[in-house]
């Protein structure tokens, strides 16, 4: 079965302190993207990362990274020097083949960045 | 750019109304999804179009329908609302990186 899972439903952080939100995910399937959205209180979603299967090198974008451990099977995002602005929901999610490429979804996290 | 244009953001209504959401992408892409996002912030995929052909359709009530007028169009169309509708609803444009629109809110009452 092909599944996302995010085990941590709240985190409180001190601001400027790093973050890694967890991410484990299931498949069979050896070509897989993964992905990272956050969901700020205004609503939209925001496409923060992507790690793909085969990718040699951990994601990086500006003070996100992707902890990509693969045969753990996990996907963590790391946050870096938190801000208050990084408050918010986060979600992990997968795609692959046999998934049709639609994205499987994670329950989320919230993060909370505390001053 | 990445724009996807999602309107109206706020829609709230009576129950048996029919209502719509329209979204539209300027990218080109040939998939587009509609999702729904439930109160508990689950987000579950009602439908996709590829080149306007229905490719997934998810255990959605017939009540809701997608409809595209073209590639950059997948509006959502809700006949004879309910309460258990009230939710976000997110449009999103496909690719390598799915882009979402800032979402409609639904509020039945």
């Known amino acids: 079965a092909q599944k996302i899972t995010q085990t941590q439903p709240g985190m409180f952080v001190q601001e400027k302190e790093a973050v890694t939100l967890d991410c484990t995910y299931d498949?069979?399937?050896?070509?897989?993207?993964l992905f990272w959205y956050k969901q700020p209180s205004s609503g939209e979603m925001i496409f923060l990362i992507y790690?793909?299967?085969?990718d040699q090198q951990n994601a990086t974008e500006g003070r996100y990274s992707l902890n990509f451990q693969k045969a753990r099977k996990s996907a963590n995002l790391v946050i870096s020097a938190s801000q208050l602005g990084d408050s918010a929901m986060y979600f992990c999610?997968?795609?692959?083949?046999?998934?049709?490429?639609?994205?499987?979804w994670g329950a989320g996290t919230k993060l909370i960045i505390k001053p | 750019d990445t724009a996807v244009s999602q309107t109206p953001k706020y829609l709230v209504t009576q129950m048996g109304n029919d209502k719509s959401i329209k979204c539209e992408q300027n990218?080109?892409?040939?998939?587009m999804y509609w999702y729904k996002q439930d109160s508990k912030k689950f987000l579950k995929i009602m439908f996709s179009?590829?080149?306007?052909?229905?490719?997934i359709n998810e255990t959605v009530p017939n009540r809701f329908s997608p409809k595209s007028p073209d590639k950059a169009h997948l509006n959502l169309h809700i006949n004879s609302l309910e309460l258990g509708d009230s939710a976000v609803y997110f449009c999103?444009?496909?690719?390598?990186?799915?882009?979402f629109g800032a979402g409609t809110r639904l509020s039945v009452l």
């Open positions: 179009y590829n080149n306007k052909e229905l490719i």
């Open positions: 498949t069979s399937d050896p070509s897989y993207g």
């Open positions: 790690q793909g299967s085969y």
């Open positions: 999610a997968m795609r692959t083949r046999d998934s049709n490429y639609q994205l499987i």
């Open positions: 990218l080109g892409h040939d998939t």
């Open positions: 999103a444009r496909g690719g390598n990186i799915q882009y």
